[in-house]
């Protein structure tokens, strides 16, 4: 078993420290043992089990377990989605460039098959003027590098 140290050093590690343990009120979680109020996916999975099997509401649920109504939902909508993984934390922020279309990824491709060295400002420029689409050199970097790796 890990020392409690760390154990919290491993949760923040992977992202799943409860940032108020303190907050948590299920008396199960404050007599120490195997109920860990710092482990936040625990937290989460016992708050929906406490609504589902035990008959309180969403809000009680919540509530006793120091998370909101809105996270709630969501670790519920999550969980009945993926499973316990669902209860993980996601990166936030866009996934992909939200401006880099098919258009943008060939005449990129294009510049790159000519041989010449990647002026990734100018063909910044170029994008802008060809396909009225206004992207950063360092989006056009990445796209490269992907074009590349393929």
């Keep these: 078993m890990l020392e409690p140290d760390a154990k919290i050093q491993r949760l923040h590690e992977h992202k799943v420290l409860n ?20 482990d936040l996916v625990q937290v989460k999975y016992e708050m929906l089990r406490h609504a589902r099997q035990d008959g309180v509401t969403k809000a009680e649920a919540a509530a006793l377990f120091g998370l909101s109504r ?6 519920e909508a ?9 209860l993980l934390p996601r990166p936030r922020g866009p996934k992909t460039p939200h401006k880099v279309n098919a258009d943008v990824m060939s005449l990129i491709e294009q ?5 010449g060295p990647l002026q990734a400002r100018a063909l910044a420029s170029l994008v802008r003027s060809q396909l009225g689409i206004s992207l950063h050199p360092r989006t056009i970097e990445r796209c490269a590098a992907r074009i590349k790796k393929r």
Excluded: K, L
């Design 70 to 75: 809105p996270t709630y939902y969501q670790a």
């Design 19 to 38: 940032p108020r343990p303190q907050a948590v009120e299920a008396p199960w979680f404050r007599s120490g043992g195997f109920f860990d109020p710092n």
């Design 78 to 86: 999550a969980f009945e989605r993926e499973g316990i993984t669902g």
């Design 111 to 115: 510049r790159q098959s000519e041989g």
